[in-house]
């Protein structure tokens, strides 16, 4: 069955730096990979989808990228800011009906000013 | 409303006992899923509506957990006999196409169950 790995539980870096976060896949490729963002105590918000045949998605500051050979999925947040603290979950197809998401354990990042 | 909506926000239940948990969609979404999160986890799939069909529920942990979705819109989320290790956060999701469809999925804000 497909698992996800977040490599990094959390990740601590100063205002305007870039956050660089980690999701590697196991199984098959998916047709399409997700982040979401979550604050606690919140669900998880959609940020960005990026599918099998693109290499690279930006929206404003944040950027995906898409590497089916590596299994892996980078997502950066140019120019950092405190308000960018939260967990951010990756998510992909668990079953090839396209009936549920497998999503990793998050990544919590915290942005110091 | 504008989101999805869960009710109710936080549940205490007593070991044994039965609870009912509601989400409602945004309006005219044709997928609902239910998602469990337990504390530092990713959220866990539980089952998957397509209007009022369930057409997955291979995340269902056991047959104490049920949901429906009679009219397409509304889900409800059912747990019987309650056990410690069901404690976790109870999310609802919906998005407007079929399936995980490469659409955003909106989410609920949970409801956090809490097995005493």
């Known amino acids: 069955s497909q698992k996800i790995e977040q490599n990094s539980e959390a990740l601590n870096i100063q205002e305007g730096k870039t956050a660089t976060l980690t999701c590697n896949y196991t199984?098959?490729?998916?047709?399409?990979l997700q982040w979401y963002r979550q604050d606690p105590g919140r669900g998880p918000v959609f940020l960005l989808l990026?599918?099998?045949?693109?290499k690279e998605k930006r929206k404003e500051r944040l950027k995906v990228t898409f590497d089916t050979t590596l299994k892996q999925s980078l997502f950066h947040i140019t120019a950092s800011q405190p308000a960018d603290s939260a967990t951010y979950l990756c998510?992909?197809?668990?079953?090839?009906?396209?009936?549920?998401?497998?999503f990793g354990k998050g990544t919590t990042l915290s942005v110091s000013s | 409303g504008a989101g999805v909506s869960q009710s109710p926000r936080y549940k205490v239940a007593k070991r044994g006992q039965d609870v009912a948990l509601r989400c409602d969609p945004i309006?005219?979404?044709?997928?609902l899923f239910w998602y469990q999160q337990a504390l530092g986890q990713g959220p866990e799939f539980l089952t998957y509506f397509q209007n009022e069909a369930q057409l997955d529920k291979s995340g269902l942990p056991s047959d104490r957990f049920f949901a429906e979705r009679p009219e397409g819109s509304v889900s409800t989320l059912k747990i019987q006999r309650t056990q410690q290790e069901d404690s976790a956060v109870y999310l609802c999701?919906?998005?407007?196409?079929?399936?995980?469809?490469?659409?955003?999925?909106?989410f609920g804000q949970g409801t956090r169950l809490t097995v005493v």
């Open positions: 999701a919906s998005s407007l196409g079929a399936g995980t469809g490469g659409s955003e999925a909106f």
């Open positions: 998510a992909l197809l668990a079953n090839q009906a396209g009936t549920a998401l497998i």
């Open positions: 990026i599918r099998e045949n693109e």
């Open positions: 309006s005219g979404h044709v997928s």
């Open positions: 199984n098959y490729s998916p047709a399409y």
